[in-house]
C-alpha cells in the first residue's frame, strides 16, 4: 500500500498577505510545488491542495484558506479524508521565537502563541504531530506582534528568505525519505 503524507504550511489566503512573515507557510509549499512539479488544482476541505509522487509515496500539499487562526478546520478534513497518520503530517509555520532564517522540527508540543497552530492542536484533539518551525524573528522596538507578522518581509531579507525556504524544502524531502528523527538531527543544529 502506498505510504501518504500531508505537508500543510499555514499562512492568510488573499492577494494582501501574499510576501508577509505569516505567510511563510504558503511560501514553503509553493516553493515545494515548484522542486516537487506540482500544481494547486483543486480545493478540499477549505484548502487549495496538490497531490503529487515522490518516490513511490503519496504527497498532499496543502494552503489552508481559513485564515490563520482557524487552520485546523481544513487540517482535520485532510487529515480525516486521506486517513493521514499523523506521525506522516507536518505542520509548516511562522515562529516569532526564532531568528529570522532558524528553522526547527519538532515533533509536538504547544502552540507557543501561534494561532494556526493553536486551531489544529484544538481540530486534531492532540499536541503529537509534527511541525517545522520557520524563524521570523521577534519585532522591532514595541511594535505589536500581530502587526510585524502581518507585514511584508523587507527587501533586504530576500536572500536569507530564499535560503531558509531552500533548508526548509530539504528538511521536508529529508522527513519523506528518511522520517522526523534525522530531518530533526540534520536541520535542527543548522543556523
Known sequence: MTETYLIVGLGNPGREYIATRHNIGFMLIDR??????????????????????????????????????????????LVHFYKIPLQNLIV??????????????????????????????????TQDFPRLRLGIGRPPGRMDAAAYVLQNFAKGDEQILSETL????????????????????EFNRQA
Do not use: W
Open 92 to 125: 509548516a509555520h511562522d515562529d516569532l521565537d526564532l531568528p529570522f532564517g532558524t528553522l526547527r522540527i519538532r515533533p509536538g508540543g504547544g502552540a507557543g502563541g501561534q494561532k494556526g497552530v493553536k486551531s489544529t492542536i484544538q481540530h486534531l484533539g
Open 166 to 185: 531552500d533548508r526548509a524544502v530539504a528538511a521536508v524531502e529529508t522527513f519523506l525519505d528518511y522520517g522526523l528523527d534525522k530531518a530533526m538531527n
Open 32 to 77: 515545494l510545488l515548484v522542486r516537487l512539479d506540482g500544481r494547486m488544482r483543486r480545493m478540499q476541505s477549505k484548502a487549495l491542495v496538490a497531490s503529487v509522487m515522490r518516490e513511490g509515496a503519496k504527497v498532499i500539499l496543502a494552503k489552508p484558506q481559513t485564515f490563520m487562526n482557524l487552520s485546523g478546520q481544513a487540517i482535520q478534513g
